[in-house]
């Protein structure tokens, strides 16, 4: 499967009365985004803002980062199942536009998502401090439910990111990668000597605020399955997580996922990337024990060497990582984990909720206990009102100053499990 | 400005008083004095800190002296008023490394000063104090005494300036448990990539979050026919024969004893004692049958409850031995225990 | 409905909802006092069949827990027996927070509401 990427650098969003694309600024225009969102009835209004890298700016509650693409030639649409219709993507032609996000924000349920600063100590744990991020506060209707909303929010912003992503289709691209990935047979032939890997990407799926799509489908009713990794480039996983700011994948993370990339670079040359095979963390007990055999099960008849495992959040999720590093280690299959780590505000706690010595490759996101004090900036985007509520903060949070003390676990995208950062522990 | 200062702290061995036979040397403070590896650290801290004085201290008389030791080399850290204290280095000499973690964490938490200290990772005196005091890893003898120097040296200066230590994989100091963040030059998922094919290749890689240790011993299954079965006492409480014959050590042993007891029946204050330096002596001493319970098992023999007493006890002394070390001992006297048919063991410690 | 698991919970909104079709023992206490609760009943031999720790919203972030367990007595199982007593480890590092804005607790209830129903959804099958 052959996927050509093509960048569209955006060096400014500013709002306008008409939205188009030129000479690299995204003009918005409001009133057109505004019907884009609100053709759900189930919200009530929305607010438009921009906010950019080095500005005096924080965005809080932050639920989901999205970067707008269209898909230009080929099979499929961007965000099949969800937006687009069902139809297998990962092929053809599709452009991004990057250096910039859109930001959806605002209350869902009392335990908040997260803050993006913009600048500031903050904004060196976030990668979305780097980008210009168009965020949409958005305000439901009276009465309705939890689950309404997050869904009517997480859909909006899909639909905000395909509006302004069609926006590039008549575009020529600033810069073009090229993925490709074999077939078995092809893969075989083509690198006989090079060792067979794969990304092995674990998927949030416990229940609201805690879920992700794969093609429209709620990833708890999935069994472990095969991806061609170009697959998610167009959106094929999308998130519904809001819960921790620091560990949970965006849908950003999603369309950018850097194993992806990073394995993508070796293709051919010391690896052969052979495929990704996603699973997921549900609650059920049984339900681990069953995807995690099944995982190994994959590794092994696709005769792999080594695979790079991906987890998403903490708690639960740990005890899916060390059942999925023990079994399929214990096919063979060598494996290299990507974690977080909890151990506690002062670094002496057990960093993970269980343990293996068959772990003994581990890529750490930082501990996501550590405490930071956020300065008070000049612009708020969304509300403080929320800020003592979300994971990481707490009642002592606010202070005199106005200044926060928070752990970085209220950061959206600081421990990010999939590699996204540099930020690392010892 | 003034410049800063340190008080060094090394063993009799460093400061060419001699060896094992000089081990009983007592705490002495040398004012003004620089010696053995601190002429290393003096050139590695240039004009920005000096040693004041250097304090020289036989192995044995530390670990056998301990309050007597430690108060007074507290007094005399207090008089001097460094701005750091440093320790050793004491490579993979296991009384040195306790002595040198010992002292470092005294005077941390009783005068406040910042310690520094250097061993081998197996030294039992790392794992002992890691967490408390920062242990910069070395070789395993005095042959890498520069590379020594050259990692403990800037922790030194640091600490002496009040300055944030940063994470142990780049400061060269043992992990201590307590996990730090830092920024990687590359993102994760980079690092996860070069890790695998390094591990595809069969090359050394070093994980960025060791699994904790569990080291679990599945048990075997319980004894079905105890009245006929062999029971063999083993022990790390150091019990020995009187007069401790082969001088086990009083800590960090470095060897162990097979002692026949053939015949006895009951071990007294007579024919037994304790080497082990690690606990009040009188009362295994007074009847070392508390610590190795010879005379029950000699009566559990006589009842028909117990097959019979295998006619060797192991012992060691626990105190500061080595992990690697109790491994070791144990996999050799183990064979003959086997080649015996010894069914069981029990194993005492204090 | 005769089901093979006991819902074990201090949420009085999982108590209301299974409570008519559902055996569901419910006490109003604090988290880490569910967690022992549900040691009790694993040292006692039922098999825990639901993870104690929920996805990432961490213990003492939420106030509300439920957690699945085998009705019947099967002896003590040592892998229950593992992942309550670590779980109820992992909570002790976490700083405790107080929550007493109703619209907060009530969205707390409602999010290990769904949990649970996930797990339930995978048991009742």
């Not at chain 1, 008549?170 to 810069?175: A, H, I, K, S, Y």
């Not at chain 2, 490579?91 to 938490?109: E, K, P």
């Not at chain 2, 994980?207 to 240790?213: A, C, G, L, Q």
């Amino acid at each position: 499967m052959k996927l050509e990427m093509g960048h569209i650098n955006i060096k400014d969003v500013q709002f306008g009365s008409e939205s188009k694309i030129a000479d690299g600024v995204l003009y918005v225009s409001e009133d057109a985004l505004r019907q884009v969102v609100l053709e759900d009835e189930k919200l009530k209004s929305v607010s438009f803002d921009i906010a950019k890298p080095g500005e005096s700016v924080r965005i809080t509650p932050v639920k989901d980062v999205i970067e707008p693409r269209v898909k230009v030639e080929g099979q499929g649409g961007i965000f099949p199942g969800v937006i687009s219709k069902v139809g297998t993507v990962g092929s053809g032609k599709t452009y991004a536009l990057k250096g910039m996000a859109v930001v959806t924000a605002g209350k869902i349920v009392g335990f908040q998502e997260g803050i993006i600063d913009m600048t500031g100590p903050g904004a060196d744990y976030t990668p979305f401090s780097k980008l210009i991020n168009l965020v949409m506060v958005i305000e439901p209707i009276a009465d309705i439910k939890q689950h309404q909303y997050e869904k009517a929010v997480r859909l909006a912003g899909f639909r905000a990111a395909t509006y302004i992503g069609e926006l590039a289709r008549e575009l020529t691209p600033d810069e073009t990668h090229i993925y490709e990935t074999c077939t078995m047979k092809e893969g075989l032939e083509k690198y006989p000597e090079l060792p067979r890997v794969a990304y092995v990407q674990m998927l949030q799926s416990q229940g609201l605020l805690h879920d992700t799509y794969v093609y429209g489908v709620d990833a708890k009713q999935t069994l472990p399955t095969i991806l061609n990794p170009t697959e998610v480039m167009d959106g094929a996983i999308v998130s519904g997580n809001c819960v921790s700011a620091c560990d949970k994948n965006t849908t950003y993370h999603h369309l950018n996922n850097p194993v992806i990339t990073d394995l993508f670079a070796e293709h051919g040359k010391t690896i052969n990337f052979v495929c990704q095979i996603i699973t997921n963390e549900n609650v059920y007990l049984a339900d681990k024990e069953r995807s995690s055999d099944w995982t190994a099960k994959l590794c092994k008849m696709l005769d792999l060497d080594g695979i790079i495992l991906s987890q998403e959040g903490f708690g639960n999720p740990d005890t899916d990582l060390i059942m999925n590093c023990k079994k399929i280690e214990a096919q063979g299959v060598k494996t290299v984990i990507i974690t977080d780590e909890y151990a506690g505000r002062d670094g002496k706690s057990q960093s993970l909720a269980d343990a293996d010595a068959a772990a003994d490759a581990v890529v750490t996101g930082g501990n996501a206990n550590q405490v930071i004090i956020l300065p008070k900036l000049d612009k708020v985007i969304g509300t403080m009102d929320y800020i003592t509520k979300i994971a990481g903060a707490s009642d002592e949070t606010l202070r005199e100053d106005g200044s926060l003390e928070v752990e970085l676990q209220v950061i959206t995208g600081a421990t990010n499990e999939t590699g996204f950062n540099r930020l690392s522990a010892r | 400005m003034a410049k800063l200062k340190a008080v060094h702290y090394i063993n009799q061995f460093f400061a060419q008083i001699g060896g094992e036979e000089k081990a009983d040397y007592p705490a002495e403070l040398r004012v003004g004095e620089v010696v053995g590896p601190g002429l290393a650290f003096k050139q590695a801290f240039g004009d920005e800190l000096e040693i004041v004085a250097t304090i020289v201290c036989g192995d044995s008389y530390f670990n056998e002296n301990l309050d007597k030791a430690k108060a007074d080399i507290l007094a005399m850290v207090k008089e001097q008023a460094p701005d750091v204290f440093i320790a050793g280095p004491a490579f993979n000499a296991g009384r040195y490394g306790v002595a040198c973690g010992t002292i470092c964490d005294c005077v941390q938490q009783e005068l406040g000063i910042p310690a520094v200290t250097g061993m081998y990772i197996e030294n039992p005196g790392a794992d002992m104090f890691k967490a408390e005091v920062l242990t910069v890893a070395t070789k395993n003898s005095a042959a890498g005494m520069k590379d020594a120097v050259a990692k403990m040296a800037p922790l030194a200066l640091k600490l002496a300036k009040k300055e944030e230590i940063g994470v142990s994989s780049q400061e060269g100091y043992m992990p201590n448990g307590i996990r730090k963040n830092f920024f990687e030059d590359e993102r994760g998922s980079k690092r996860a990539v070069n890790m695998l094919l390094a591990k595809l290749a069969g090359k050394p890689y070093t994980t960025e979050y060791p699994m904790p240790d569990f080291d679990r011993v599945d048990p075997v299954p319980a004894i079905k026919d105890l009245a006929h079965a062999t029971i063999a006492l083993v022990t790390s409480g150091g019990i020995v024969p009187k007069g401790n014959p082969d001088h086990i050590e009083s800590s960090s042993a470095s060897r162990y004893g097979e002692y026949d007891i053939d015949g006895v029946d009951d071990l007294t204050e007579e024919t037994y004692e304790t080497a082990h330096g690690g606990y009040d002596p009188v009362y295994a001493n007074e009847d070392a049958d508390r610590v190795l319970p010879v005379d029950v098992l000699r009566d559990m023999e006589k009842e028909g409850k117990i097959g019979k007493l295998y006619h060797n006890f192991y012992t060691t002394t626990g105190n500061g031995t080595a992990v690697a070390s109790a491994k070791a001992f144990a996999e050799e006297f183990s064979k003959k225990l086997v080649a015996d048919k010894v069914d069981a063991v029990i194993l005492t410690s204090t | 409905m005769d089901t093979d698991y006991i819902i074990i919970t201090n949420n009085p909104f999982v108590a209301s909802e299974y409570g008519e079709d559902h055996l569901v023992d419910y006490q109003e206490e604090s988290f880490i006092s569910l967690l022992q609760r549900v040691q009790r009943f694993v040292y006692e031999g039922h098999e825990l069949l639901s993870h104690p720790l929920s996805g990432s919203v961490k213990p003492k972030e939420t106030l509300y827990k439920s957690v699945l367990i085998a009705k019947k007595v099967a002896g003590l199982d040592l892998s229950s027996l593992k992942l309550i007593d670590s779980s109820i480890e992992t909570c002790e590092k976490f700083h405790y927070k107080e929550e007493t804005n109703e619209k907060n607790l009530e969205d707390m209830r409602f999010v290990d509401y769904t949990l649970i129903s996930s797990a339930i959804a995978s048991a009742d099958v």
